[in-house]
């Protein structure tokens, strides 16, 4: 159990990322490359990516373990771009090197020597990691970087929307399914027993695309405080469909429609636009499922938008 402990500072200073964050996916892809989980959403990408996973991504890998514990170096805060995030990688002190990589072997992984010559100060080293991070960006992320930004801000979407209705209360209640908000503590099912108290440093919620189940932070309580988690979204390399199941229950148009909603909530004109049916369809099934209570409504201007509950979620979930 991960527990992140607020002061009423902090939540004053919750924030959530203003884009992808390339380091964060870098990372979170290639567990999803070794990891059997999530076959389904990546499982094509997978594929794809393993055939063109070079020299530089294995040493990458090499540093990263499928399970368990990453160096907290290979992560930095708040990069925008590879490069930004390959810089600060360059940039890290010696110090937090040699800390995160014995953390590394503390955690009983194997530590490849090269590595252990980066903490031991060779700078040559770092750089041949650097240019192993830009190379394995460049084979496995960055040809579906702008849907990666796409679906991500979606998803962003609904927690400022969650943010601004109900403020950092309603925001902390509805992150993920496996976060509890129980005030002042926020609850995250977690591998190991980890305490983080932010002591009003406010803390950066990161959805991730290619995060799946169990959100993370940092191992060194002293780096900015984060949450990464996952994101509720169908496999990027086809159109979203419900699985047969919800099909089966719902009806397959209504199934559609409760799924593309929880990819990212829509008014009524732009529901009806990505499922490619009527407006008069659309706004029919929008209210069946919200009488069911598996989606909610509210007026913005002109339009109502449509955005999926806890129960629609677990609905989809189930099917």
């Not at 020299?55 to 160096?71: K, N």
């Not at 014995?102 to 252990?116: D, F, I, K, Y």
């Not at 983080?196 to 002293?222: C, E, Q, S």
Request: hydrophobic residues 40%.
């Amino acid at each position: 159990m991960l527990k992140i402990h607020f002061t009423d500072a902090d939540l004053e200073r919750v924030t959530i990322a203003a884009d992808a964050d390339p380091m964060w996916e870098l990372l979170t892809s290639s567990y999803r490359i070794r990891r059997p989980e999530g076959e389904v959403l990546f499982g094509h990408w997978r594929r794809e990516s393993r055939s063109a996973v070079s020299e530089a991504g294995r040493l990458l890998m090499s540093a990263v373990p499928a399970y368990g514990y990453c160096p907290d170096f290979l992560t930095p805060a708040g990069t925008r771009s590879i490069g930004d995030g390959v810089a600060a990688v360059l940039a890290t002190p010696e110090r937090a090197l040699t800390a995160d990589i014995a953390e590394l072997a503390t955690q009983g992984a194997r530590v490849p020597s090269w590595l252990r010559r980066v903490a031991d100060g060779d700078a040559w080293q770092l750089r041949r990691l650097g240019v192993a991070l830009h190379d394995y960006y460049q084979q496995c992320v960055a040809s579906t970087w702008s849907r990666i930004r796409q679906v991500v801000a979606h998803d962003r979407l609904r927690l400022r929307s969650n943010l601004s209705r109900g403020g950092p209360q309603l925001l902390l209640s509805t992150l993920h399914p496996d976060i509890t908000w129980t005030p002042p503590v926020l609850r995250v099912r977690f591998p190991v027993e980890q305490d983080l108290h932010l002591n009003g440093r406010g803390l950066r919620v990161i959805p991730t695309f290619f995060g799946h189940g169990t959100p993370t932070t940092y191992k060194d309580p002293a780096m900015s405080p984060v949450l990464v988690q996952s994101l509720l979204h169908q496999r990027f390399d086809h159109d979203a469909e419900p699985g047969s199941s919800l099909a089966a229950l719902l009806g397959r148009t209504r199934a559609r429609v409760l799924v593309r909603i929880a990819i990212s909530q829509c008014n009524t004109g732009k529901l009806a636009e990505l499922i490619n049916i009527s407006p008069a369809t659309a706004s029919q099934h929008a209210s069946v499922l919200r009488a069911s209570g598996l989606i909610t409504s509210y007026r913005a201007g002109k339009e109502q938008v449509h955005e999926v509950t806890e129960l629609g979620l677990s609905v989809i979930r189930a099917g």
